[in-house]
T-cell receptor, first 112, second 113 residues
Framework: GESVGLHLPTLSVQEGDNSIINCAYSNSASDYFIWYKQESGKGPQFIIDIRSNMDKRQGQRVTVLLNKTVKHLSLQIAATQPGDSAVYFCAERTGGGNKLTFGTGTQLKVEL | EAGVVQSPRYKIIEKKQPVAFWCNPISGHNTLYWYLQNLGQGPELLIRYENEEAVDDSQLPKDRFSAERLKGVDSTLKIQPAELGDSAVYLC???????????FGPGTRLTVL
């Protein structure tokens, strides 16, 4: 069936460097995408979203890029900090009802 | 503003025992979700409520799982009897703001021995 997946299960970066977390999706009918951050022992926390009619959206230190041609989504974190260490999930919404399909997750580790 | 509240945070039971989880959504949020999250995986939707009506329960294993949201606010998710494979984190989320963003609670970590 349709699914959302991540390319890299673990990403290690140095503090201060930029991080890029990637996500591939297969459902071309998805109209809305979200990145969540999940710290240990906590629920997923909304980071940033993007609609399918956009290619790029920026937030505070984060940027999401959407390439519908290759069904690829990425999350860029500028000047990565130790507090950014977490598991990051992309999620897609297809059709109505606000139902989200989550990918597997990427563990981001920030090294001092 | 209080977030989504879940209890208990942790639960350890023996297989074949019943267990129940409770969720209090963000005030004013009409939509409530229960998700199952296995280790290292993304959350998977079990059931979605619009007020007190379950509008999507297609992924809920109805032979042992049940849920209710009687007054359209709090919700409980029950497993009876629990199996070893039910060990996971059970997340509750709610939405209802202008952007319909889902806010998650901290989850209940269930361990079935």
């Amino acid at each position: 069936g349709e699914s959302v997946g991540l390319h890299l299960p673990t990403l290690s970066v140095q503090e201060g460097d930029n991080s890029i977390i990637n996500c591939a999706y297969s459902n071309s009918a998805s109209d809305y995408f979200i990145w969540y951050k999940q710290e240990s022992g906590k629920g997923p926390q909304f980071i940033i979203d993007i609609r399918s009619n956009m290619d790029k959206r920026q937030g505070q230190r984060v940027t999401v890029l959407l390439n519908k041609t290759v069904k690829h989504l990425s999350l860029q974190i500028a000047a990565t900090q130790p507090g950014d260490s977490a598991v990051y999930f992309c999620a897609e919404r297809t059709g109505g009802g606000n139902k989200l399909t989550f990918g597997t997750g990427t563990q981001l580790k920030v090294e001092l | 503003e209080a977030g989504v509240v879940q209890s208990p945070r942790y639960k350890i039971i023996e297989k074949k025992q019943p267990v129940a989880f409770w969720c209090n959504p963000i005030s004013g949020h009409n939509t409530l979700y229960w998700y199952l999250q296995n280790l290292g995986q993304g959350p998977e939707l079990l059931i979605r409520y619009e007020n007190e009506e379950a509008v999507d329960d297609s992924q809920l294993p109805k032979d042992r799982f049940s849920a209710e949201r009687l007054k359209g606010v709090d919700s409980t998710l029950k497993i009876q009897p629990a199996e070893l494979g039910d060990s996971a984190v059970y997340l509750c989320a709610s939405s209802g703001g202008p952007y319909n963003e889902q806010f998650f609670g901290p989850g209940t970590r269930l361990t079935v021995l």
